[in-house]
């Protein structure tokens, strides 16, 4: 059964941090692609950042220089750094993971107050 669990949403002031994580199982976590994507109410899910099962990582725009994907293949989970977050950065946070198929976590909230 696969399964994607973020968790590390929250409340946090703007310019502050917050480490989202990513726990995955019943898939072969190494062998995928994997990636953070965020839906604010009102609008479309966008990706916010992508890393190839070598390392090479890809950044939306808006979150180049604060946010930083990251993996570790020991303990198949993802995680995103947000550095330096602001409002517009608030959102429902989910995880996915892609090779021949896409798996979806359930969303982690996160929020930034002004």
């Known amino acids: 059964q696969v399964q994607l669990v973020e968790s590390g949403g929250g409340l946090v002031q703007a310019g502050g941090s917050l480490r989202l994580s990513c726990v995955a199982s019943g898939f072969t976590f190494s062998s995928y692609a994997l990636g953070w994507y965020r839906q604010a109410p009102g609008k479309q899910r966008e990706l916010v950042a992508v890393i190839t099962t070598g390392g090479s990582t890809n950044y939306a725009d808006s979150v180049k220089g604060r946010f930083t994907i990251s993996r570790d293949n020991a303990k198949n989970t993802v995680y995103l750094q947000m550095n330096s977050l602001k409002p517009e950065d608030t959102a429902v946070y989910y995880c996915?993971?892609?090779?021949?198929?896409?798996?979806w976590g359930q969303g982690t909230q996160v929020t930034v107050s002004s």
């Open positions: 996915s993971a892609r090779m021949l198929n896409t798996y």
